[in-house]
C-alpha cells in the first residue's frame, strides 16, 4: 500500500471506532474482550491437544493400561477450553452481534437523518451532494456495522496470529517469518481487489442514480399519467435496461481478473506447508521430536499462514470498506452553506417588521447573476404583489428572503437589522410560506393544518384557518372530519390539487405569523374560490405583512404596492393604478389579460 493509503486506512480505523463507541461503550468493550478472548483460544486449545497427544503416547509406552490421574486432567483442561470457545461463540454471535447490530442501524439511520434534515437547500441542489447523499444511503450505512465487525476480526486473527508466532518461535527462530513472507501475494492480490471495487462503485454512482430516477418514475403516481398518454413507459423501462447492463459490465470486469489470479497463493502457502512436515518427518521417526509437538507445530503454522492471510485480507477488507463508508464520514462532516451568527440579534418582539432590500445581487454557485441590484422596502403590515415572466427571478427573491441562500452582494435588513446577523430560526417565527411546491401530507387533516405551528391542539384557530382558505368546505364533507386520514398511502382520502393546496394555504394560515409569503399559493384553485381567499387573507392579514407572487392582476391589484421583475431587475413598482398610469410593461401585462376574460 502506498502511504497514503495507509494513512487513510489507519484514520479509516480510528474513525470507524470511534463511531463504535459512541454508538454503545458497553457492547465496545464486551465485543472487543471476547474477541481478543477467540484470538488466544486455538493457540491454547492447540497446546491441550499436544499435551493430551504425549501423555497418552508416554503412558502407552510405560505399559499403563489405566487412565491416569494426570491423562485426565489433560484430558478435563482439553475440553473446558472447548465448552469456553463454544460459549464465548454462542454469547458473542447470539446475543452480543445481534443486539448491538439492531441498536447500531437504529443509531446510524437516526445521525444521518438528523445531519440531512440540517442540510442547507444549496447542498440538495449540489448534483456532488446529491451523489454523496445517494452513496451513504445505498452503501456507506449499511457498510459501518460490517466494517465495525471486520475490525474487530481483525483483532482476533492478529492475536491468534502473535500467539501462534510466539509458540513456533519456541520451535524455530525462521520459521514463523518464512510462513508470514509466503502469505504476501495474497495481499497484493486482495489490495488490487478493494482498488476494483472502489472503482467501480465511484465509476457507476451517475448510472446509479440515473437508475434509482428512471425507476421512480415508472413508479411515480403523478408520472403515470404522462407516461401512459405519450407512450413513454417503453423509453424508460429501456433506459432501465441499458443502465443497468452498463452497472453489470463495470462490476464483472475487475472480478473476473481477481478471479484469474487468486489461485498463485493458494497454491504456494499450501506446498509450503508440505515442505516444512517434509523435513521434520526424519526428527520424528528419530523421536527428536515428539508426535504432540509436530501435531502442535503443524497446527500452529496453519494459524500463522491462515491468519496472516486472514489479518491481511480483514486488512483489504477494512481498506475496501474504508473507501465506501469515507463517503459517511465526508457527509458527517458537511459544514452549513448558509451560517448562522452566534448568538445573533434577536427581537424583542415577533411582529410585523420593517423589510428592506438594499442593491441585493445574487446568483446559484456557478450561475449567471438572477437578482441585479434590487432594491425596495416592506413597511409592517403592508402587502406586496411580485410580478414577473418566468424566470424573472421572483421566487429566488422570496428564496433569500427566507434565507435559503445568502445574497451574494447588498443587504437585507429586518428592522435595519442586516439578515445575516438574526438567527434563522429566530427569523422563522415570523414568517410564514407556501411554496408552489408545498406539501402533501399522507397526515390527517388536523395535522396538515398544524403541524406548522408550536401550538398543536387550537380547535378554533384550525376551523377558522381553514374557512379562511376555503378548505372547510370540502373538510366538513369527511365522515372524520378533521380526523381524516389523508392520501392513497395509508388509505386515506385522495384530494385534489387544488384541494391540497387549500388544506396548504390552511397550514400557511394556522401559524398565524406577523409576514406571510405566498408563492402563486392559488395556481391550481379556481378563479372564483381564489377571489374569496385572497379577500380573506386581505381581512385576516390587514395589519400583517403579506409578501406574494401572482401571474392573476385581479388579486395583484389590491396589493399595497407591486413590483414588476424582468431579468432579475426591477423594471417597475408603485401602485396598480400608478402601473397602470405609467403604460409600462405592468400594464401591458394587466391589459392583456383583460383582454383575454373579455374577448
Ligand atoms: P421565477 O420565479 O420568476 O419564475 P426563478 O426565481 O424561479 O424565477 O428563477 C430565476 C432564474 O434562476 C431562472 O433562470 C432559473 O433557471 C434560475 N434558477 C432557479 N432556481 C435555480 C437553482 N436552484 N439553481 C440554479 N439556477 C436556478
Redesign the pocket.
Known sequence: MTQKQNKNLFKGIRDTISVAWAIDKKFFLITALLMLLGGLLPVFTGYASKLFLDSIISTAAGGITIVTSALLGILVFRYALYIIVEFRNVYLYEYVQRSSRLKAQAWLNLTASQKISGLDLQHF?NPETQDLISKIWRDALGRIIPAINNIFFAGTYATTLIGSILALLSFSSWLPFVAIAITIPRLIILRDRADFSWSIFDRTAPESRKLGYYTDLTQDKDAVIETRIFGTQGYFLNQIKVMQEKILGETLKPIQKYLGKIWIPTIMENVFIFFIIYLKLPAVLSGAISIGTITFVIQMLNEVIDNSSNVHSQLSNIYEDQLYIANYFTFMNLQPLVKDKEPGHRFEEIKPPKIGFQNVSFE?PN?PA?LKKVSFSIQPGEHLAIV?P????????VKVLLRLYDVSKGSILINDVDLRDIPRTHWYEFVGTLFQSFQKYALTVRENITMSSKEKDNEEKMKKAAQLSGAAEFIEKFSKKYEQQLGRQFDGEELSVGQWQKLALARAFYEEAPVLILDEPTSAIDAEAEAEIFENLNNAYKHKTLIF?SHRFSTVRNADKIIV?KDGEIVESGTHQSLIDNKGIYARMFQKQAKGYID
Not at 418566468?390 to 427573491?397: D, P
Request: charged share 15%; glycine share 26%.
Open positions: 441542489e446559484y450561475g438572477v414577473g418566468n424566470g424573472a427571478g421572483k421566487t429566488t427573491l407572487i421583475l
